[in-house]
């Protein structure tokens, strides 16, 4: 029998454990296995975010729903980031501590028992889109969590990413845009 190296089947291996929804785009982490479908009855994947939930209207975060989570959810939790943002990456909302029954957010709501950390503004909770100039793509990223979560209402922003980042067992993510205006 003949052996192979061991770099070519780390490479078959990897490949073989990689999710089939990874994203090009900066989407899911395509070795977080498993695969999230995240969608709002406000807006299509891709597509503008109604005024409503911007700055330029009510400010409240759309309504979003998902399915497929893993069996081994914990927890759910949910960022918003704005990777367009003339300072880098900016955090619209971290939500933590959702129900794994629970597949849907209603517009503005926040979950008893669920934890805002801060944004990028430094307050905890949604802050809604406005961007300076063109368009901006908001990610709406739902994270199955495989194990618990401690985070505290205005928990720092890094932490809580890094925390539900480390914990996520699968991801989905939807995207909208908001244009200048």
Known sequence: MRRLPASLLLT????????PGGRSDGGADSTVPGSITVTSPAFADGGAIPEQFTCRGTGTS???EWSGMPAGTRSVAITVQ???APGGTFVHWMLSGL???QHELPAGAVPDGAVQARNSRGDAGWTPPCPPSGTHH???TVYALGKSVHLSDGAATDDALSAVQNGSIAQGMLIGTVTAG
């Open 12 to 19: 078959a291996a990897l490949a073989g454990c990689s999710s």
């Open 62 to 64: 759309p309504p979003l």
């Open 82 to 84: 704005d990777p367009d």
């Open 99 to 101: 129900s794994p029954g």
């Open 138 to 140: 908001y990610r709406f």
